[in-house]
């Protein structure tokens, strides 16, 4: 019999906006109040318009699990694609998130949105706010960049067609140059 208590139980845009809310006041503190909302159509692409207005992107990939809606197949990655569009104007903080899917290799149905661990997401929102605090506040991070001995290697190949962020053009491990 499965334990249906200990199964992942899908994207929970809570987790990330809860550990967003206790991060901030350790990560950002600056007085400014920032909000995290979610947008499931975002690109990397952002006008010139919008870069005048201080709006800035930022795109991370982390572990992640899925479960294919379709024939209920479960699989992990460790190269879940999350996008970010962020900016300060007036002590207001914003930023838009979103995460990438992925399409089950066994029955290829349509892209599903991961869920992940509380740790995964500490880590990605930890790497945002530096972002922040470099591109808003001009401070710099001494550990901008990881070791060479921390940096991820993918060992499973990359397949872009089951890949959400691929097909819009946004992966960093995509096929093309």
């Known amino acids: 019999m499965v334990n249906r208590s200990t199964m992942p139980t899908g ?7 809860d550990t967003f809310v206790e ?14 909302n979610f947008n499931y159509t975002l690109t990397d692409k952002i006008s010139q318009e919008e870069k005048k207005r201080g709006l800035k992107v930022f795109q991370s990939h982390t572990h ?3 479960q294919c809606q379709r024939c209920r197949r479960f699989w992990s990655s460790a190269h879940v694609s999350v996008l970010f569009h962020y900016r300060l104007r007036k002590k207001r903080g914003i930023v838009v998130m979103r995460p990438f899917g992925q399409a089950c290799l066994d029955c290829k149905g349509r892209f599903t949105l991961p869920f992940f661990s509380k740790e995964d997401v500490e880590k990605v929102l930890l790497k945002l706010f530096s972002k922040i605090r470099k591109n808003c506040y001009g401070e710099h991070d001494e550990d901008d960049e990881p070791p060479p001995s921390e940096r991820v290697v993918f060992t499973k190949p990359h397949v872009s067609e089951l890949c959400e962020a691929c097909q819009q053009g946004t992966c960093s491990q995509r096929d093309d140059p």
């Open 23 to 36: 991060l901030l006041d350790d990560e950002l503190a600056h007085g400014d109040d920032w909000f995290l």
């Open 64 to 66: 992640g699990k899925f």
């Open 11 to 17: 994207w929970a845009p809570s987790l990330w906006r």
